[in-house]
């Protein structure tokens, strides 16, 4: 198997040479996914000249896979006439999302120019709310009527597959349109010709509405292990499918945006290397800004306590350790239940049961951290036992209370209607860093018996 710069030598060494037919040929024995790697690694006026070098069918299959800004690019520099061609060659959820990243007078001149067809199509698509079933789906699809037989159903998926998303699963409507079942193509083939699709479809019809979030879309493929779903109105009259490839994207999309979240930064639809200083600054900023006034009470609670410290100057060393030790158990457990809503494995009904697991882990995990930084404490820092044990309880309840705002914050912000992954690492470390502080000082005071 040729690598993509292999791959990129090759087809430019042709173009170079002016070697046009052998350059289709060799496009022609690739892999459109291969093609399109090749396009986006080379500049942008040579990834133009090559792609109008490239038959119809194969342009229409690279284009999609290309990277957005190649797309943008090629779809801005040719004629309104090439480019009309193109979105006419794609399917409609592809051509969707292409014309949505891109300015309205562009999308009015490519769509005057596009079919009738694809143009219905494409205006249908972008008219449902962003992140939703209906704004994913593809309009490309095969459906049968009910009392169809089987030889006519076979002679319709010969003359219009090529056209569809995927033939491996048809969709049974009847005069209205309403979906009623679906039969599986390779069902199809073994059943007698004569039979009539409503005697041997699937009437157990699972479907998504056109409003249905696509983070939701997603796990309901998960969870029957489908290749397609159909999509359906309000008057659940079929209007779409959502193929697996959309949901690999979607979850690709909602993963990378949790983790952006999780890392306290507004979410980007760029990839890093395409997104610019600036636009990066913006994004970081305000979560930086707010966590940095957040932090402020940390110092307030120092100088509040500073009569302890200066009696007990030993007790500044430990500091660190507590608030370390507290922010990483407050993210252990603020990460496994915000992935655990992620997946729907939990809801705010379980709060009591997850919080009664949440309690006995922490108290397990603080015992033994105590344990052994108890010794530590005496035979390496060789502190008093006071301080120790001071240092070694106010560890317990840090861990605990860690813990329990860890797996709280998530579960109360989805009942808000709020994203658990914005209460992830750096918002709970932040509170728990300011509680530290407050028991350990707390605790210092009343055992070692210091006036503040």
Not at 51 to 62: N, Y
Not at 111 to 137: F, H
Not at 296 to 319: H, K, P
Request: charged content about 20%; glycine content about 4%.
């Amino acid at each position: 198997m040729q690598t993509t710069q292999e791959l990129r030598d090759q087809l430019m060494g042709l173009m170079e040479s002016r070697k046009f037919a052998k350059l289709r040929e060799a496009a022609e024995e690739m892999n459109p996914a291969d093609i399109a790697a090749v396009l986006d690694s080379i500049e942008d006026e040579d990834s133009l000249k090559m792609f109008r070098l490239f038959p119809k069918d194969i342009a229409a299959d690279v284009f999609p896979l290309m990277d957005e800004d190649a797309q943008h690019y090629i779809i801005m520099s040719l004629s309104t006439k090439e480019a009309s061609v193109v979105i006419d060659n794609l399917m409609s959820d592809d051509a969707a999302d292409l014309l949505e990243e891109m300015p309205a007078n562009v999308v009015t001149r490519l769509l005057s120019a596009a079919k009738p067809d694809t143009r219905q199509d494409i205006n249908q698509l972008l008219q449902y709310p962003e992140d939703s079933a209906g704004s994913v789906m593809t309009t490309e699809y095969i459906t049968l009527p009910e009392r169809m037989n089987v030889a006519r159903a076979i002679d319709r998926i010969r003359k219009v597959g090529l056209d569809s998303e995927t033939i491996n699963v048809c969709y049974v409507t009847d005069e209205t349109r309403h979906l009623i079942g679906t039969v599986a193509l390779r069902y199809l083939l073994i059943q007698p010709l004569d039979d009539l699709i409503c005697d041997i479809m699937n009437d157990n019809v699972i479907s998504l509405h056109t409003l249905t979030d696509q983070e939701e879309a997603a796990r309901m493929f998960q969870k029957y292990d489908f290749t397609a779903m159909p999509v359906v109105d309000n008057d659940n009259r079929i209007v779409g499918i959502i193929t697996i490839d959309d949901v690999v994207d979607i979850i690709q999309e909602e993963a990378t945006e949790d983790i952006e979240k999780m890392a306290a930064i507004i979410p980007t639809e760029k990839p890093y290397l395409k997104t610019g200083v600036f636009e990066t600054y913006k994004k970081r900023m305000p979560w930086l800004l707010f966590l940095m006034l957040s932090a402020t009470f940390t110092g307030s609670i120092i100088t509040r306590f500073e009569a302890a410290l200066a009696s007990y100057v030993a007790l500044t060393a430990y500091i660190p350790m507590l608030m370390d030790t507290g922010g990483n158990s407050g993210s252990q457990a603020s990460v496994s239940i915000i992935r655990g809503l992620s997946l729907n494995e939990i809801r705010l009904g379980n709060i009591l049961e997850v919080l009664f697991k949440e309690v006995r882990v922490a108290f397990i995990c603080g015992c033994t951290l105590a344990l052994c930084n108890f010794f530590k404490l005496l035979l390496l820092d060789r502190v008093p036992v006071r301080i120790a044990i001071v240092v070694c309880i106010t560890l317990v309840l840090v861990v605990l209370f860690a813990k329990t705002i860890g797996c709280t914050l998530p579960m109360f912000a989805q009942r808000l209607g709020f994203d658990p992954a914005v209460m992830a690492s750096p918002l709970i470390t932040t509170i728990v860093d300011a509680i530290s502080l407050l028991i350990y000082f707390t605790l210092a005071t009343h055992l070692l018996h210091i006036a503040v």
